[in-house]
């Protein structure tokens, strides 16, 4: 075991304020259950899970009601026993629509428990991921990849690397800190079980230097785990939680283009979603439920909340104090890659990692200028993409024109948009030209 | 020799070499071509819209003569384009009839409410991308203008946060109906004049939240419709397969989302 | 009837939802503060004369953009400040003596010729103060090359003169109406010898401005100033101006080994003409220059080399090329731009080219 | 060096678009993309150097001898050229069908390209030898070439500008085009 400072930092970056002292203090406190929950089928990467229950059905906390409806999906558990009221559509986070299950909670709460593996460390791999899959377990850094998919790589791309990725990175979100301060020996076995299911010779636990304690207190986890264990201090650089940029800070290798972690022998894992992993093991417990920090300049008391998976936004305002002054922009995520949503008649789903509300005095207009060339954005793209020149071609409709400057690699981090002086909605130009080409491809597929 | 003849002969040999080079090179070298695509993709009206699904019209022309494709496939050549193709290849002409696109939804701002401020890009597909986009109604017109743009006629215009085609300059090439994200837009029989311009499936009180002018489902058009006009769940559709001149429809529709087209405009409006 | 609509809506877009604070009216600002020391200088040594270009081109700039605007039926873009740069850098760029109807001329050329037929800042290819200037000096040739006897600079002339030492009472004559950089070219093209420029006050009077030239490009010290405040704020980059100066020193040190007698040492290249006031100030103009740092090495190479083919080739029309070089590297900006793109990350080579 | 000033002269100070108005159709018709600007240069290069030779042939061998030179050129070089391009354009789509498929629709544009022809009488003008004419056509050609690339590039950022609408299009491809050669005067008088 040992402390490392990161031997590589990528390319490009920004470093925004980070506004993290908001919430940094405040402990984990655990939501009191709601009387609804509105629990999304959409809450990760993939197909949304297929409906198992029925409006009228009752159910009791941790039982199945949704199950994977593909390769790429992942199951969905009651958050909490109550009754099935309706299986009705709801708007997500993201902006999308999908079916969602409401159940009304009771007031006598019943626990249906999964099996649990507490000798993990004999069970066989192939056992684990299947418990992991069954128990909805996605990662919970953002995207909602589903886990079991991503501990089972093919045989011939062989994990020598497992990183465990405290970095967070976005401004203001404190979940994953106050997660490694108060939970570092449930995230140690969750990461151990992973390493132990992808026989990986190495871990390293990366986290960005503006968090010494975090530091600290996986140090103290960790410190007599066998092998070659180490925490990867990485200098405090947006986009360091994105996940090819860290695998290049941690280990110098590059994740190549259209690849993925796997393909550099890496596999990358949120230290919530090893907390989630451990729970799912050891404690028999489905993903039903996660912390999320509920902060930013126009909520009365910033906090991080433990809550149901399912709880809609208004339900975590009411337990922050309510909206201080007027809340302008409401944000499910940080600031930099999260979703502004309409309404707080939203839920919040495995992969909801914050909710900031800013006020009017906080919000960035973006009214777009024409491109004043500064190339600002092409120095501080991590993927040292153009955007500059992309944004332009996809805003004369230019796709084709767009695409040989490799548009379908922008991880739409938002640095580029951050910096421009010009304010233009980078990004927002990048999802826009990304969904045409996504659509031209699905549809070159449907007719070859 | 005097300079004229001098000339003459040169410049006539010159003239007779190079066509003896050329017409050598063409007899041997040459690489054929079907001369009957050069005639019928000068017969296309030479749009390049591609609502017939080719690239072009010189490629259509080459899929009509090469592959047997379809002749009635061009839109803005209309019934006369069609049966002219038909008759030179020799083939049989298919019927065919004047479609035009119409967007159905006529919650503009006045009438149908926002949600949220929008700030961003002005594109529909964006604008839906982002939180769901601002309009209150999920079915509804966003009025972003992506169907105006793809529109090789300029037959759309955006006025007061809705969409509107000009049936007199659509040439119904389809561009628009793909391009909405919301699907709002159809081909529809250009002697169609009644629709219901409305698109939510939604039960009547919660489209009564969002907008003025929104199909509630009471049915009351079905009965007057005599079967041209049909359910889809809460959302009262047109059968465009039969006639539609009953203009009851249109006085007696609670929601006031059946409209009848108006008028040409007179020379003088 | 409308339904009702919450009283306050929350605002939607896409993210991010941060932004720097930065913005395109403050980099124009900061570079007018830039600007600032250069043009005190101007007073000192050019008085009114300065003043009065100074305040013709920008007023003229702004007017004619104001005029544009309108007429285009456009928002107005005055707030932005860019054409309160281009102004000052068109007036830098003229000769003390010029008539102010030719300032007024340049000035509308280069704003709603250069720039804003293309629909203003940010869409303009070449730098609207250089095509401005460029159209002078091939439409007002004469004004455009005389340079007025000011008291200070006669005597500094004169000295310049006496420090050659075969120099002909012609020659010295010549010198008095002329830039070091024009003197330079007129003794290449007659065979004379070259002024050496080597005494150490005379060093410290191009320091300083002491010499002929244009109104805001004679003092390198206040453009260095001026330099170094841009930088700081980070407004440019070391790239352009460096690779710039650096590829100049080269070839005129290099020239100077071979051919002494026939060219002006190195460091006097770089202190003549409107070279510095070109690399810090106009090569590095953000919308007509690359956006890759690598770009911008090629770009600023590739303003030296022209600037040297211009200023030594005996047969060349013009003294001094920063003005023509720059604007020739402008056309080339988009060949740059697709040349020099950055190595997408995840990939082997530099692809992503179309 | 007498050959590199040749070169030099061609390609950057009488450059035959920017300083001698030549094939101006050509610069303004085929600078939309780069892809289709490197196979109008591809196709210029090869058929001014091709032609380069071709009318020196001609004019050594025929017209002088019979002493029509005088008045004859004109006509005789156009016919040639022509009847070149047209020879060049069936050749290669028979033996060469990517290329052609490349070149394939400039060839025709070549065909009364002033450029072509500017270079051949230049060629005669000033007298050069076989070598030299061939050199020089090569030159031009490339010097075209160079200002289709540079003018292409801008063209592409200026397709994305946002003009008044009466300056959209060509209008707006004009005035930068006088831009750009008022750009490259610069280079006036470097080589005589």
Redesign the interface.
């Known amino acids: 075991m040992a402390t490392i400072p990161s031997p590589h930092t990528?390319r490009g970056g920004?470093h925004?304020?980070y506004n993290k002292a908001l919430a940094a203090a405040a402990p984990i406190r655990e939501l009191p259950l709601p009387a609804r929950l509105t629990v999304p089928m959409s809450q990760h990467l993939g197909a949304p899970a297929k409906p198992v229950v029925k409006a009228g059905d009752t159910v009791a906390g941790g039982q199945l009601v949704a199950e994977a409806a593909g390769f790429i999906s992942a199951p969905v558990h009651a958050p909490a026993a109550g009754k099935v009221v309706a299986i009705e559509e709801t708007?997500t986070a993201s902006?999308?629509?999908c079916a969602a299950v409401v159940i009304e909670t009771a007031p006598e709460q019943v626990w249906q428990p999964l099996p649990t593996f507490p000798e993990w460390r004999f069970t066989d791999a192939k056992q684990l991921i299947e418990h992991i899959g069954a128990a909805g377990v996605v990662g919970m850094g953002g995207a909602g990849f589903p886990t079991r998919v991503k501990l089972s790589p093919p045989s011939d791309k062989p994990i020598d690397t497992v990183i465990l990725n405290g970095a967070e990175c976005e401004?203001y979100l404190t979940s994953d800190h106050r997660m490694m301060l108060e939970h570092a020996a449930e995230i140690r076995i969750g990461a151990e079980i992973i390493r132990h299911i992808l026989g990986a010779r190495s871990l390293r636990i990366a986290i960005e230097d503006n968090k010494p304690d975090a530091i600290a207190a996986m140090e103290k986890a960790f410190q007599d785990t066998d092998g070659d264990v180490a925490v990867t201090v990485l200098r405090t650089s947006y986009p360091q939680g994105s996940e090819?940029?860290q695998i290049?800070s941690v280990t110098g290798r590059?994740?190549?283009?259209?690849?993925l972690p796997m393909d550099v022998g890496c596999v990358v894992e949120n230290v919530s979603t090893a907390f989630a992993v451990f729970d799912a093991v050891v404690n028999g417990r489905p993903l039903v439920r996660r912390v999320i920090t509920v902060t930013g300049d126009a909520i009365a008391q910033p906090a991080n909340l433990l809550a149901p998976c399912g709880t809609l936004y208004s339900d975590l305002v009411a337990a922050c104090g309510g909206v201080a002054g007027?809340?302008?922009?409401?944000?499910s995520?940080g600031?930099?890659?999260?979703?502004?949503?309409?309404?707080l008649a939203v839920p919040t789903g495995k992969t909801a990692s914050g909710l900031?509300l800013?006020s009017p005095k906080k919000?960035?207009?973006?009214s777009?200028?024409?491109?004043?060339?500064?190339?600002?954005c092409?120095?501080a793209?991590?993927?040292?993409?153009?955007p500059?020149?992309l944004s332009?071609?996809i805003?004369?409709?230019d796709i084709d024109?767009a695409e040989?400057?490799?548009l379908m690699?922008c991880i739409?981090c938002?640095s580029c948009?951050?910096?421009?002086?010009?304010?233009r909605?980078l990004?927002?130009?990048m999802?826009?030209g990304k969904?045409?080409v996504m659509a031209r491809r699905a549809a070159a597929k449907k007719t070859p | 020799m005097d300079p004229i003849t001098t000339s003459t002969l040169c410049i006539g040999g010159i003239g007779l070499a190079s066509a003896a080079a050329l017409a050598v090179a063409e007899k041997y070298l040459s690489v054929p071509q079907d001369p009957r695509i050069g005639k019928v993709t000068e017969m296309l009206p030479g749009a390049n819209c591609g609502g017939c699904g080719y690239a072009g019209c010189a490629d259509y022309a080459r899929a009509i003569v090469a592959d047997n494709a379809e002749c009635n496939l061009c839109a803005p050549g209309g019934p006369a384009c069609a049966q002219a193709i038909a008759a030179f290849l020799g083939r049989a002409a298919a019927a065919m009839e004047r479609r035009v696109a119409i967007v159905l939804c006529c919650g503009d701002d006045t009438e149908a409410l926002r949600r949220a401020a929008y700030n961003g890009i002005a594109d529909c597909a964006a604008a839906q991308a982002t939180a769901g986009g601002d309009k209150g109604c999920a079915y509804g017109c966003l009025g972003y203008g992506s169907c105006a743009r793809v529109c090789p006629v300029n037959a759309i215009r955006i006025a007061n946060g809705i969409a509107k085609v000009d049936k007199a300059l659509c040439i119904a090439c389809g561009k628009c109906v793909a391009a909405c994200p919301r699907k709002l837009i159809k081909l529809v029989p250009a002697a169609a004049e009644i629709h219901v311009l409305c698109s939510s499936k939604d039960k009547g009180p919660a489209v009564k939240k969002v907008c003025g002018t929104g199909c509630i489902g009471c049915r009351i058009c079905t009965k007057l419709a005599d079967g041209a006009i049909t359910m889809d769940g809460f959302l009262a559709v047109v059968d465009y397969a039969k006639p539609l001149t009953n203009e009851e429809t249109v006085a007696k529709c609670p929601g006031h989302c059946i409209r009848k087209d108006a008028p040409p405009p007179t020379p003088n409006s | 009837m409308k339904p009702e609509a919450p009283s306050d809506l929350l605002v939607i877009s896409s993210s991010p939802h941060a932004h720097c604070g930065e913005s395109v009216t403050r980099i124009m600002l900061d570079v007018v503060i830039a600007l600032m020391p250069a043009f005190a200088m101007s007073l000192w040594l050019f008085q009114w004369q300065a003043l009065r270009l100074a305040a013709v081109c920008v007023a003229a700039c702004l007017l004619t953009e104001w005029l544009c605007r309108r007429a285009m039926r456009r928002a107005s873009s005055l707030s932005d400040g860019s054409a309160v740069i281009t102004g000052l850098l068109l007036a830098f760029n003229l000769p003390p003596a010029l008539p102010t109807w030719m300032a007024v001329a340049g000035s509308v050329f280069a704003i709603a010729v250069a720039k804003q037929v293309f629909g203003g800042l940010g869409y303009n290819p070449f730098n609207p103060a250089l095509a401005g200037r460029a159209f002078m000096l091939i439409s007002f040739t004469g004004a455009m090359t005389t340079w007025s006897r000011s008291p200070w600079i006669q005597k500094v002339a004169y000295a310049a003169g006496s420090a050659t030492t075969q120099a002909t009472e012609v020659a010295v004559d010549a010198m008095t109406a002329a830039t070091p950089l024009g003197f330079a070219k007129e003794a290449l093209k007659a065979g004379a010898p070259m002024p050496l420029f080597s005494d150490l006050a005379l060093l410290k009077d191009f320091f300083l401005g002491n010499v002929n030239g244009c109104i805001g490009e004679t003092s390198a010290a206040a453009l260095l100033l001026g330099a170094a405040y841009l930088l700081i704020r980070r407004v440019i980059t070391w790239h352009i101006p460096v690779a710039y100066l650096a590829t100049v020193f080269a070839y005129a040190a290099i020239l100077h080994l071979v051919a002494p007698g026939t060219s002006l040492p190195p460091h006097v290249h770089l202190l003549s003409g409107g070279l510095l006031l070109g690399a810090f100030f106009m090569a590095t103009d953000m919308v007509t220059s690359p956006l890759t740092r690598r770009g911008m090495l090629v770009f600023g190479v590739g303003c030296g080399v022209i600037t040297m083919l211009i200023r030594t080739v005996k047969t060349g029309a013009y003294p001094e090329g920063v003005s023509f070089a720059i604007l020739i590297m402008n056309a080339f900006t988009p060949l740059i731009n697709r040349a020099t793109r950055n190595r997408v990350f995840g990939t082997k080579k530099e692809c992503a080219r179309s | 060096m007498e050959y590199l000033l040749l070169i030099i002269s061609a390609i950057l100070v009488n450059n035959f678009v920017l300083s001698r108005f030549l094939g101006i159709c050509p610069f303004l018709g085929v600078s939309k993309k780069i892809s289709t600007a490197l196979g109008m240069s591809g196709a210029v290069v090869f058929v001014i150097t091709i032609a380069s030779a071709v009318t020196w042939c001609l004019q050594t061998y025929l017209l002088v001898p019979l002493g029509l030179d005088k008045f004859l050129q004109t006509l005789s070089f156009i016919l040639v050229i022509a009847a070149l391009v047209q020879l060049i354009d069936i050749v290669m789509k028979r033996f060469a069908p990517p290329l052609h498929a490349a070149l394939g629709i400039f060839l025709p544009l070549i065909t009364t390209n002033c450029a072509v022809l500017g270079v051949a009488v230049l060629n005669m003008k000033e007298g050069y030898g076989f070598f030299k004419s061939v050199l020089f056509g090569f030159a031009a050609a490339l010097g075209f070439a160079l200002a289709l690339l540079i003018f292409t590039g801008l063209r592409e950022k200026i397709e994305r500008a946002a003009p008044p609408r009466c300056f959209k299009g060509v209008a707006i491809s004009l005035v930068t085009a006088g831009l750009l050669s008022l750009a490259f005067m610069g280079f006036s008088g470097l080589v005589k």
Request: net charge positive; charged share 20%.
């Open positions: 990528f920004i925004p304020a708007l902006g999308r629509a401004p090819k940029q290049f590059e994740v190549p283009r259209g690849g007027q809340a302008a922009k409401v944000i995520g600031p930099m890659m999260g979703f502004a949503v309409s309404s900031l800013l919000i960035s207009d973006f777009s200028q024409a491109c004043i060339a500064c190339g600002r092409v120095d793209c991590p993927m040292r993409l153009s500059a020149e332009q071609c805003e004369a409709d024109g040989p400057l490799a690699d739409e938002g948009a951050f910096v421009c002086p010009a304010r909605p990004v927002h130009h999802r826009r969904a045409v």
